[in-house]
């Protein structure tokens, strides 16, 4: 079993940034596949970044070139920063660690892109 923790969310002015922290208790943290997904009210939940265990990352278009994953292994920590920040990035941003079958998702954090 996994417990992830996300942090790091809040309130932000368009064209601001923030980094989001995903601390995950779980044995063999850099085996997994970890991503961040978001969930704008009335809205589905999608994928945002991806990270294999390998370093390989993915972007949703709508934030190439403005968010950037990372991990740090040796801290069991998943990150997102988040830069150029607009309206529309205004979510719920879980974390989720895959080894399939095997699916972890943290309980979310805020994240409101507002003047």
């Known amino acids: 079993q996994a417990q992830l923790v996300e942090s790091g969310g809040g309130l932000v002015q368009p064209g601001g940034s923030l980094r989001l922290s995903c601390a995950a208790s779980v044995k063999l943290f850099s085996i997994y596949t970890m991503g961040w997904y978001r969930q704008a009210p009335g809205k589905q939940r999608e994928l945002v970044a991806r990270?294999?265990?390998?370093?390989?990352?993915g972007y949703a278009d709508s934030v190439k070139g403005r968010f950037t994953i990372s991990r740090d292994n040796s801290k069991n920590t998943l990150y997102l920063q988040m830069n150029s920040l607009n309206p529309e990035d205004t979510a719920v941003y879980y974390c989720?660690?895959?080894?399939?079958?095997?699916?972890?998702w943290g309980q979310g954090t805020q994240v409101t892109v507002s003047s």
């Open positions: 990270m294999t265990s390998g370093g390989s990352t």
């Open positions: 989720n660690l895959q080894l399939l079958p095997l699916i972890y």
